[in-house]
Every structure is written in structure tokens, then in C-alpha cells.
């Protein structure tokens, strides 16, 4: 029986924006696409967080951070928080996985959404909830993330204009209790997702990252 991945090559939990989840700049540098952040009109600090890969090792996806890195503290709320993470996900077809026993879906802007919705998730946490129920909280939260990536055409979203590579670009947006998402395509053969909270999407720009080991503090 063949197997449909949700999201094509991801090889387990798909957990773009977990706190301290930093990878060394390796797994960026081999990577076959290039990876995107925001421009040059932000100044903050840049920080690496993680690939996502296919069974047979190659990069599929990956997350860049901007601004004050996301602390997950159940004892404290989001104020104070100011981050965005640029999501990049590599345009695939529809293709057999590497271990031929199944298909994985063509990526597309939808991928991007659920990357960046999840990623803003696994960084949020309310503060009326407790530990042992923050699991139940999250799976819930998530399988709601992937309806709404599902859907971008529909009332849960807007219509957001950002430059990517100095070209303006429409993005799905939408805002929530916890922060932002948002989702198009670059130029480059990528798609291009987004999320945050303290730091407005309102005049972000993305770029293609010319150097990506500057990330890498």
C-alpha cells in the first residue's frame, strides 16, 4: 500500500520553530535551493534554526530566524517577544519516496502555510494552560493549522504584498491570538512562508540569503 506524506520530505514531526532547535550551517549548505530571510532593510540579529529532510538526506526545507530568539516558558506570556522566521521550501513534483514504497505530494505555497503555521505553534503557549495538557493543546492547534493551509482561498485569510527579491509578491496572511503567517512563492524555485509575533509583517521584505553562514552564530 502506497503512503501520501503531507508534507513532502519531511522525515518526522515537522517542528520548524521549537526554541533552542538550532542545526549547524552544514545541513543549509546542502541544500540544492537557495534559502531565503528577510532583506537588508532589517538590522537584528539572524539566527539559524532547522532543516527538514527527505528519507534519503536531501534538504527539503529549512527556517531562518530574525530578531529575539522565542523562548518557550509556560510560566510567561509572548510580551516581549519580537521574532520572524522565514520558512523556505523547495519546489517538488508529485514523486515516489527514496525507499519506493510511496508517493509524496508536490509542495506548494499550502506546504509553506502549514510549515510556518505549525512553527508558530510549537513557539506559543497559553498561559492559563497546564503542562500536562499542552500536547492535547498543540495536536489540536496543528491539525487546525493544516486545514487553514488547505483552504488558503478561503475567509481565513487575506491578501498581504510584500517585495521578495525587490518585486512585490501577494502572500496569504492571516493573524492570531499567538502572531502571524503568511505564504507565496519566490523567484528561485522556493516557496516562501513566514511567522512572528512582536515584529509586524506590515513592511517586511524577503531576500535571498547571499551568504547563509552569517546566520550561523
Avoid at 90 to 119: F, H, I, K, Q, Y
Avoid at 138 to 143: G, I, N
Wanted: proline fraction near 5%.
Amino acid at each position: 500500500m502506497e503512503t501520501t506524506s503531507r508534507v513532502a520530505g519531511e522525515s518526522g514531526p515537522a517542528t520548524p520553530g521549537v526554541p533552542g532547535a538550532r542545526r549547524a550551517v552544514d545541513g543549509f549548505l546542502m541544500a540544492a535551493f537557495p534559502w531565503y530571510g528577510l532583506d537588508a532593510a532589517f538590522t537584528g540579529p539572524r539566527w539559524l534554526m532547522q532543516v527538514g529532510t527527505a528519507a534519503d538526506g536531501t534538504v527539503e526545507h529549512g527556517s531562518t530566524g530574525h530578531g529575539v530568539e522565542p523562548s518557550l516558558r509556560g510560566e510567561t506570556g509572548p510580551d516581549g517577544q519580537s521574532f520572524a522566521v522565514v520558512v523556505t521550501v523547495a519546489s517538488r513534483p508529485v514523486r515516489r519516496s527514496a525507499d519506493g514504497t510511496g508517493v509524496l505530494e508536490a509542495t506548494s505555497v499550502s506546504t509553506a502555510a502549514w510549515l510556518a503555521g505549525s512553527g508558530l505553534l510549537s513557539c506559543s503557549w497559553p498561559l492559563e494552560m497546564e503542562l500536562a495538557l499542552r500536547q492535547d493543546w498543540l495536536d489540536q492547534q496543528t491539525s487546525v493549522a493544516w486545514e487553514l493551509a488547505d483552504d488558503l482561498g478561503g475567509s481565513g485569510w487575506n491578501t498581504l504584498s510584500l517585495p521578495v527579491d525587490g518585486v512585490p509578491t501577494d502572500f496569504h496572511y492571516r493573524e492570531s491570538e499567538y502572531g502571524w503567517v503568511l505564504a507565496g512563492s519566490a523567484q528561485e524555485g522556493v516557496h516562501v512562508g513566514a511567522y512572528g509575533r512582536g515584529m509586524s509583517a506590515y513592511g517586511l521584505g524577503f531576500a535571498v540569503v547571499k551568504d547563509i553562514t552569517e546566520y550561523d552564530n
